[in-house]
């Protein structure tokens, strides 16, 4: 790519990330650095057979050493997850009138099926080689291998990108905070300062609930939950883990908490008990910051959960949806994966030691060409 340094980038951000309600799809001119401009994006949901197969490489994925095992299940979902994705652009493309042609990068996340940074170990399903060559165009991927390697938590990424929005917001300091499977926060300083880390369980044992117990891929707008009373020794005995005692920067893997049982309870109940466990633990959120947000915005799709953001408007002092603050709250995370897939093609810094603990700035990623 012939695109000199400072010049805009039109780049497009696919993300699938921890949950397994589809892929989200986002493009983005970007100089990776101060400008910023937001295109159209959509979601593109999986069916029940495509997340059956991802909860499948999900539990193989518990016995991986190496990040490049892909036998059995992994090997079958990274082809079936990649060329859903290629789906996903093709549609996109169609459906808002833009020429694959112009799309300069392709930032691709992948499915997350382990993440332990302690082992240094982290693992997105995704085969950026076939998704260049299936689509014509350049892909930047396996943004977080670097951080990891380097013994940084290789979450969260996207607190680059939190801090290009929040130099465009009247207040500071503010607070993103992102519910997808796992839930995480990103502080910004009046002095564009970041501190970010993964808070706990976001909306992925809420959703395994409501698979398991009703059936339904998740509890819509939080209906469930509303009408449950919340368990609080079960909520105790989640916040009581050690994850919750450590320094930030800190992450999580998807089935962190996955030992806890909520046996015993009602649907309804153990909807609730989890939600407060997701609300109670971004709430302790803010010891670990350096002053106290004047907003926290919230993003993902855990901000469609109406038991969610009536549990933080109790816990925390002006709650946002990043809706209401001109931000696209579904696709802000896609977004932010067609800003880092830029910042990766100019070797620019993915993370920082406030953001996953890495010992100085670091950029990483692979680029390949079709």
Not at 114 to 128: A, C, F, N, S, W
Not at 153 to 174: D, K, M, N
Not at 217 to 226: I, P, T, V
């Amino acid at each position: 790519m012939s695109k000199p340094l400072g010049h805009p980038i039109a780049a497009l951000g696919l993300m699938s990330g921890t949950s397994l309600d589809g892929i989200d799809v986002a493009l983005l001119r970007t100089d990776g650095d101060k400008l910023v401009e937001r295109g159209p994006s959509r979601t593109y949901g999986y069916d029940a057979g495509q997340r059956d197969l991802l909860r499948r490489a999900l539990a193989a994925a518990v016995k991986v050493t190496d990040r490049a095992d892909r036998q059995g299940v992994l090997g079958e979902a990274e082809a079936a997850l990649t060329r859903w994705h290629a789906e996903a652009v093709l549609a996109f493309c169609s459906e808002t009138g833009g020429a694959l042609t112009s799309v300069d990068l392709i930032g691709f996340h992948g499915q997350t099926v382990i993440h332990r940074p302690e082992k240094r170990l982290t693992v997105q399903l995704g085969d950026g080689h076939a998704l260049a060559k299936m689509l014509g165009r350049p892909v930047a991927f396996d943004l977080r291998a670097a951080d990891v390697a380097a013994g940084g938590q290789g979450a969260p990424l996207v607190p680059a990108y939190h801090g290009a929005l929040a130099a465009t917001l009247p207040q500071r300091p503010v607070a993103f905070v992102n519910i997808g499977g796992v839930a995480n926060v990103t502080w910004v300083g009046a002095d564009g300062a970041l501190v970010a880390f993964d808070t706990g369980p976001g909306n992925a044992l809420i959703d395994d609930w409501m698979v398991k117990h009703s059936g339904k891929s998740r509890d819509e707008g939080g209906a469930m939950a509303l009408s449950g009373r919340v368990d609080e020794a079960t909520v105790a005995q989640f916040l009581g883990d050690g994850f919750f005692e450590k320094n930030a920067p800190k992450s999580l893997d998807r089935n962190s908490f996955a030992g806890i049982t909520l046996d015993g309870l009602r649907v309804a109940d153990g909807a609730a008990t989890l939600v407060a466990v997701t609300a109670r633990s971004i709430g302790l959120s803010r010891q670990q910051m350096p002053e106290a947000p004047e907003t926290w915005i919230i993003c993902g799709g855990g901000r469609h959960n109406a038991a969610i953001m009536a549990a933080l408007r109790d816990l925390l002092a002006d709650v946002r949806s990043a809706d209401d603050c001109g931000f696209n709250g579904d696709s802000m995370e896609a977004e932010a994966w067609a800003y880092l897939s830029v910042r990766s093609l100019r070797g620019l810094p993915l993370t920082f030691p406030g953001t996953t603990g890495v010992s100085a700035p670091i950029s990483g990623g692979v680029i390949v060409n079709p």
